[in-house]
């Protein structure tokens, strides 16, 4: 139960560190409005780690590794639902979009690769 709870905190960590980082060393805020080449770059970064993520929590799980990373999949997902509905109508919507649509489906995608051994 406790490696299980470290591997998905871990997976988190990596996810939404990277999300901070990202935004940290480019000075955009995260929900002001921003170029469509931040946007795309934004997005694919936020992808690979959520696959990165996903992947990390399969392989420190050792078991269930789709289980493990289906959760790091839904606390994307739930973020974003909870920031899309405590910001309705204000400001940019893209990153939430974004991690509900694309980068959720790539953590889950990261555990499937891992139980694969590729």
């Known amino acids: 139960m406790l490696r299980s709870i470290g591997a998905v905190a ?9 999300a ?3 935004f940290q060393l480019s000075g955009q805020e995260p ?31 050792g078991r269930r590794p789709s289980t493990h990373a289906a ?3 839904l606390l994307i997902a739930a973020g974003a639902l909870v920031s899309l509905m405590l910001r ?10 974004a991690a509900l649509l694309l980068m959720a489906p790539c953590a889950w995608l990261g555990g499937a690769l891992a139980r694969r051994d590729v």
């Open 71 to 73: 959760v790091i999949a």
């Open 20 to 22: 901070a980082l990202l």
């Open 31 to 61: 929900h002001a409005p921003s170029s469509a080449a931040f946007k795309i770059g934004s997005i694919v970064w936020g992808c690979v780690f959520a696959l990165i993520a996903g992947f990390l929590t399969a392989h420190v799980a």
């Open 10 to 18: 871990a997976g988190y960590l990596v996810f939404s560190g990277s």
């Open 88 to 97: 309705p109508g204000d400001g940019a919507r893209w990153s939430q979009l």
